[in-house]
C-alpha cells in the first residue's frame, strides 16, 4: 500500500431540516450568492428553506447551471460575481451545481484565461469561500475540492481540484430527494458506484481496509437503490445513498491505493460528443473496460465477485465474466441502457475519442496500459 | 437514523518515513514541547525522526507521561508549558500520551481547577494547538478531540472532548510498531475492536453504510491482528490495524447512529480500581455486556454473527451465543484473559463499581437499561 496524505476538512450537516444551520456557517455580514440549475429547487421547498436561513444575508442570485456546466454560463456568473461584489458563493443543487459554484470561487481570482484552470497546471492562490446544499447525491462533489467543466463550443469536458474550492460547509438532506426524477436518481446510483470501482478494481496493495470500505459501499448501493426508486418516501434508502456518494469521493477510499479512472475518461467523450448523462456513459463503458483489462483486474474481479455478488464456486473465468454480468446487470435493473447503440452514437465517434485521447500524454488506467487502440477495443465491445 | 453533524479537520499523513512531513505543519517560530512516555520512542528510531523534523525549531521535552496519563503528571505538565513559554503541542506515542497532551493544551488556558475539564460540563474557550506522531494505534485519539485522564488518588479515569484539542496534524507511521511488545498490540486491536462493537452492536436505525463501515473495520482486525502478532515487519498487516484504530473512533462510523458505551464505562472502573490495561477491562467486560443484553441487541449480534463470522445457519439463539463466544474466543487466541479471576480481581470490587456508577446521572448502554443492578449481573458474569 502507497503512503497517503488525508485531510478534508469540510464539514457536513446531514439529516432533514438540516439546511437552517447554514445561518451560522456563513460570516456575518458577506454578500451571499445562490447559485442553482434549472429551478427545481423553487418547486421542492429547497428554495424556501435556503432563503429563510439568509434572511439575515444580501442575497443574490445566479440560477440556471445546466448539467455539464457549461463554461460560458459560468463565466457570466464570475462577471456577475465582480459586479455585486459578492463574499460567500452558495451552491444548491446537484454536482454541476456545485461543480460550477467551484469554478466560479476559483476563477474570480484567476488572473489568466479561466479556461487555463481546467486545462493547464496552474496554482490557484486564492477562492471566493463556498458552501453547499445538496439535492441530488452523485458526484460527491460535496465533499472534496474538485469540479467537472464542460465548453460545448470545443465539445471539451475537463475537470480541477483544489482544497482553496472545497466547501467550508455542506448539507445533505435526504428528505429533497422524494421530487427527483427517476432519471436523475439512476444517475446519482450508478455514479457512485462507477467512482467505487475506478478505486476498488484495480490491482491488490494489501490495504484490506479500503476494500471492505469499497465493498461496503457497492453493496449499499445495490440494496438501497432499487429500493429507493421503489419508494421515494422511504428516507432511509435515500439517507444511505446520499452518503454513499459522499464517501465514495472524499478522498476516504482512495488512500494509499491505485486508482483507474479509464471509464470516466472515455466516459467523458461521450457527454462531450453526444451530451449524453454522465453516468449513463459510466454504464455504458465500465463493462467494457472490465471485459478488455480482466486479466490484469484478476484478483480483484474475483474478490468482487465474491464479497459484492456472492459468487462463490465455478471456473475463476467464469466467475470473472458473472461479477461484469451482474454489474451490467445491475445497471439494467436500475433502468438505465448501456449500450452505446442504445444512444444513438454512430460508429464514428469512436475513432473521434481515440484521436482526441491520444494527444493525452499518459495512457490511460491503473497500469496505464490503455491506449488509443484500447480505448477503441472498449468503445467497440460497447456498441 | 439519526440526523448528524461531521467535521474532522485533523490533517493525516501516512505511511513509512512520514514523520518529516512535522516540519511544514508547525508554524514557523513556535517553540515546540514534545511529549512522550517512558522513552520508547529513543529506542525505536521515532525520537531522532523527530527531532531531526524540528532541527530549525526551539524544543523542550516533557517525558515521562504513563500509560492511563495522570493527572499530577499532566499538571507539571502544564507548570513547565507556562515556565517555558511554549506555543505548539507535539505528543509523540500512544493514545495515553496523545491524551496527556490534549489535557494540557486544554488546561493551559482554563482558569479554574483543571480536573474540573473532566468532570463538569465546562466550556473550553482557547486550546494550545497540538500535532501528534502516533507509535501505538489503538485509541484513535490521533484523529479525535478526546481525551482519557486518571488521577490514581481518587481512583478515578474520567474523560472530555472538544474540537480546540483535535491535532492539527497526525503522523502514522505504521512501520514503527514493528518494536512494540505483543502485550501492546493485543492491546490495541482488542481496544479498536471494542470501539467499534459500541457503535454498532447496538439496535438497527436503518444507517446500512455504517453497519458496513463497522463490520470491514472488525472483519480487517480479526484477520490482520494475528498476522501481525505473528510477524511484526509485516507493515501490511501494521498498516491494516493503524488505520482501523483510526478509523474507529475519528467520528465516521458514531455518525447518525446510537452508541452503547456500557462497556467503556465499567472497563474505565476495572482500571482505576486494579490498574487493569484499558483494553483488557473492554476484554473482560464485552462479552458480559452483550449475553446480558442478547434481547435487547438480538437483531444486530445475528447480523453480526452472520456478516463478521460467517454464521449463517442454527436458531437464532445459538447463533447469537456463537457470536459472542466467537468474540471472546478471538480476545483468546490473541493472548488476552477475559476473565476478572484471571487479574485477580475479588468479588468486593463488584460492589465498589456498582456503587460508583450508580451516581451517574443515567444508566448506561444505548437503551439507557444497564443500572446497578445490570452492571453486577453483568460483572458477575465475567468472574
Chains 1, 2 share one sequence.
Not at 188 to 211: A, K, M, N, R, S
Request: with cysteine; proline share 5%; net charge negative.
Amino acid at each position: 500500500m502507497y503512503n497517503f496524505k488525508f485531510h478534508n476538512p469540510v464539514k457536513i450537516f446531514f439529516g432533514k431540516g438540516e439546511i437552517e444551520k447554514i445561518t451560522n456557517e456563513i460570516p456575518v455580514g458577506l454578500k451571499v450568492m445562490v447559485f442553482y440549475g434549472g429551478g427545481s429547487i423553487k418547486r421542492n421547498g429547497v428554495y424556501e428553506q435556503v432563503m429563510a436561513a439568509l434572511k439575515d444575508f444580501e442575497v443574490v442570485e445566479f440560477g440556471g447551471i445546466e448539467p455539464n456546466p457549461q463554461y460560458d454560463t459560468l463565466r457570466k456568473g464570475i462577471e456577475m460575481v465582480r459586479q455585486e461584489k459578492v463574499g460567500f458563493l452558495l451552491g444548491v443543487g446537484g454536482g454541476s451545481v456545485l461543480d460550477g459554484t467551484k469554478f466560479i470561487a476559483a476563477a474570480y481570482y484567476y488572473d489568466g484565461d479561466p479556461w487555463d484552470i481546467v486545462t493547464k497546471d496552474v496554482t490557484l492562490k486564492k477562492a471566493i469561500p463556498l458552501g453547499t446544499v445538496l439535492t441530488l447525491p452523485a458526484t460527491g462533489s460535496e465533499m472534496n475540492g474538485g469540479a467537472v467543466i464542460s465548453r460545448a463550443s470545443t465539445r471539451e469536458k475537463r475537470s480541477f481540484s483544489s482544497p482553496l474550492t472545497l466547501p467550508r460547509f455542506s448539507v445533505l438532506d435526504p428528505s429533497v430527494m422524494h421530487s427527483l426524477p427517476d432519471r436523475q436518481i439512476q444517475n446519482g446510483i450508478i455514479d457512485t458506484f462507477v467512482h467505487v470501482t475506478e478505486q476498488y478494481l484495480t490491482y491488490p496493495v494489501g490495504f484490506q481496509l479500503q476494500e471492505r470500505f469499497a465493498e461496503g459501499i457497492l453493496i449499499t448501493l445495490i440494496e438501497q437503490g432499487p429500493k429507493f426508486l421503489a419508494d421515494k418516501n422511504n428516507y432511509n434508502a435515500a439517507a444511505n445513498i446520499m452518503w454513499s456518494a459522499t464517501m465514495a469521493l472524499c478522498g476516504l477510499i482512495s488512500t494509499g491505493v491505485p486508482g483507474d479512472w479509464a471509464t470516466h475518461n472515455i466516459g467523458n467523450e461521450l457527454t462531450a460528443y453526444h451530451n449524453i448523462d454522465h453516468a449513463r456513459t459510466l454504464a455504458i463503458v465500465l463493462p467494457g473496460v472490465l471485459q478488455h483489462q480482466k486479466e490484469m483486474k484478476k484478483e480483484r474481479l474475483l474478490q468482487y465477485g465474491e464479497h459484492v455478488w456472492g459468487i462463490l464456486t465455478g471456473r475463476e473465468e467464469d466467475r470473472i465474466c458473472a461479477a461484469i454480468w451482474k454489474t451490467e446487470a445491475f445497471f439494467h435493473f436500475l433502468g438505465v441502457p448501456t449500450h452505446l447503440r442504445d444512444y444513438n452514437v454512430p460508429e464514428s465517434t469512436i475513432g473521434l475519442i481515440k484521436n482526441r485521447l491520444a494527444k493525452l500524454p499518459n495512457k490511460l488506467g491503473e497500469n496505464q496500459d490503455i491506449g488509443p487502440e484500447e480505448i477503441e477495443e472498449i468503445l467497440r465491445l460497447r456498441m
